[in-house]
């Protein structure tokens, strides 16, 4: 079980980020981030996406594979995206002037070859399990800090769901909140009441994770609460000796939550829910953050049951996250009015949580 209280006050005092302002923090840009959805961008279209405040034309060549331009036109700074594809390159919408996927300019139709002015800045851009990243940092890091895959949203043993999101905080906001468990209390009204007890703690350089178990101190589960964990135990295991358990883990800058049930405790096996979530800032100073995801059920037993279930799962899950946005939200304000983190954190961690996102963030 967690540190009890004395120790909870002690590293209270012992564990600052080292006078870090973690909302001034900027997300560190040599990691993969998700910008849009593969069926968003079909061959020959283009989108407009920011990552930071940095501008970024999305496109898809006649190839089918995905390209990420500065979305600024190196002659009159207009919008990239509002041009047009031909073949895997970009002309812009303005005076034509072509690009190749790696930004440089290939034509100025009203110009000779030898009069090519400079052209614009590439970012390396990969489909991963239906979303399309960019790496707006080093290049040369790109290839070896690539996610293999996306949670469970492509097994067909699970049903899925995306995370679609803006939301009008700084991203470590996300994080810290899914983290920390001990906020049931505010989704009093969709689970009842909860009781989050920690049963540990690790963290690294790069990642921090926390485990908990769940107990009920009054009311009712809800039934897309239900049929996520309840339909996945098997008649009888209310007789075993077994837990719920669930795992949250940031590996910066993506985070997991993932819950076991029953005798499918072990991590070795496959949790009944699979969250994976990235969130992805927006403006130039991160004070908004889209929220790319997947909430992955593992199918129950009985055939057909999770799709009538369905409705009930996502009702749920959208009323817990619209909670979450407010709140995070309201913490995002109380920042900017204060102008300063004056967060007075006494999970442990939350602040193992803190001190990962300080280190691998970059100061403004
Ligand atoms: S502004 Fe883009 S071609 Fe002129
Ligand atoms: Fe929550």
Redesign the pocket.
């Known amino acids: 079980m967690l540190d009890d209280q004395a120790t909870l006050a002690d590293s209270c005092q012992t564990s600052v980020q080292g006078g870090v302002d973690l909302r001034r923090t900027a997300a560190n840009p040599d990691y993969w981030y998700p910008l849009a959805w593969s069926d968003e961008l079909k061959a020959g279209q283009i989108i407009g996406r920011r990552f930071a405040g940095d501008p970024i034309a999305l496109y898809r060549g006649a190839s089918g594979k995905v390209f990420a331009l500065e979305d600024r036109?190196?002659?009159?700074?207009?919008p990239?995206h509002l041009?047009v594809v031909t073949g895997d390159a970009l002309k812009?919408?303005?005076?034509?002037?072509a690009y190749d996927c790696s930004g440089k300019c290939t034509d100025?139709p009203y110009l000779g070859k030898e009069r090519r002015p400079n052209g614009v800045r590439s970012y390396p851009a990969r489909e991963i399990d239906g979303l399309i990243f960019i790496f707006p940092g080093r290049p040369e890091l790109a290839e070896a800090r690539l996610p293999a895959s996306l949670g469970s949203a492509q097994r067909r043993d699970y049903k899925t769901r995306r995370l679609n999101r803006e939301v009008a905080c700084h991203y470590t906001f996300m994080h810290e909140n899914l983290f920390d468990m001990n906020h049931q209390f505010m989704h009093r009204k969709q689970m009842g009441s909860i009781r989050a007890s920690c049963l540990g703690r690790k963290h690294g350089d790069g990642w921090a994770q926390v485990e908990y178990s769940f107990s009920r101190t009054e009311g009712k589960s809800s039934v897309g609460e239900r049929v996520i964990v309840d339909l996945m135990r098997t008649r009888g295991d209310e007789h075993q000796d077994f837990r719920d358990h669930m795992q949250i883990r940031t590996d910066y800058p993506a985070q997991s939550l993932k819950v076991w049930v029953g005798r499918n405790i072990q991590e070795t096996q496959d949790p009944v829910l699979d969250v994976w979530l990235c969130y992805t800032p927006l403006d130039a100073q991160q004070r908004t953050n889209r929220t790319f995801g997947y909430l992955s059920v593992k199918k129950p037993p009985i055939p057909g049951l999770i799709h009538l279930a369905w409705p009930f799962v996502v009702w749920f899950t959208e009323n817990i996250f619209r909670e979450d946005k407010e709140i995070v939200e309201y913490e995002q304000r109380a920042h900017d009015a204060q102008g300063s983190d004056w967060n007075n954190e006494v999970f442990p961690p939350l602040r193992d949580l803190r001190e990962v996102l300080a280190r691998c963030g970059v100061p403004f």
């Open positions: 036109c190196a002659h009159r700074q207009v990239l041009g812009c919408h303005y005076h034509g002037w100025v």
